[in-house]
């Protein structure tokens, strides 16, 4: 009993990990997922892609329409291959929506750093011209060279004046 009770214990620890239990859903990772649709959706807006479906269409109806009868698989409405494009096209949407949110959760991030950046510089110019004014108040307190002079040759004919009037 002593030693059920002891395993059980040991068992729901804290101290050690749950062991990983299986599933039957299939694991992915969300986010090497989604940079994969983001390059699936780069490789779609390209001029090569463009290229490469308009050749396979050309290609396809060509062959389909002039090749032996026996040699085509798709004749003149050309089903399946409107079928593929159908395909091609429902999983495409969904990727590139995802790219799009992907890119717009970027753009989010990157502008509230520029929204705090901004802030930031806003405070430091705010700082420097409160600084640049109080040094601008300091300097008109200080005693200039010409200042000084004048005061002085003031002082010296004060001090003149009140010699001669002695005398």
């Given at each position: 009993m002593?030693?059920?009770l002891t395993a059980r214990l040991n068992k729901n620890s804290l101290e050690f990990p749950r062991e990983a239990r299986r599933s039957l859903r299939p694991s992915y990772?969300?986010?090497a997922f989604?940079?994969?649709?983001?390059?699936?959706?780069?490789?779609?807006?390209?001029?090569?892609f463009l290229v490469y479906m308009s050749v396979f269409v050309l290609v396809w109806v060509t062959w389909n329409a002039l090749a032996p009868d026996n040699l085509r698989?798709?004749?003149?409405?050309?089903?399946?291959?409107t079928l593929l494009l159908s395909l091609q096209a429902s999983y495409a949407a969904p990727l590139i929506l995802l790219a799009q949110?992907?890119?717009?959760?970027?753009?989010r991030i990157q502008a509230n750093e520029d929204r705090d950046r901004d802030e930031r510089n806003m405070a430091d110019?705010?700082?420097?011209?409160?600084?640049?004014a109080s040094l601008r108040t300091a300097i008109g307190d200080v005693a200039t060279r010409d200042y000084?002079?004048?005061?002085l040759a003031d002082a010296m004919d004060e001090l003149l004046s009140k010699l001669k009037d002695k005398k």
């Open positions: 002593a030693k059920k990772d969300p986010e989604g940079r994969w649709s983001e390059q699936f959706a780069r490789f779609l807006g390209t001029a090569r698989w798709d004749h003149y409405p050309f089903i399946f291959l949110n992907r890119q717009a959760d970027r753009d110019t705010e700082y420097l011209t409160r600084e640049l000084l002079r004048t005061e």
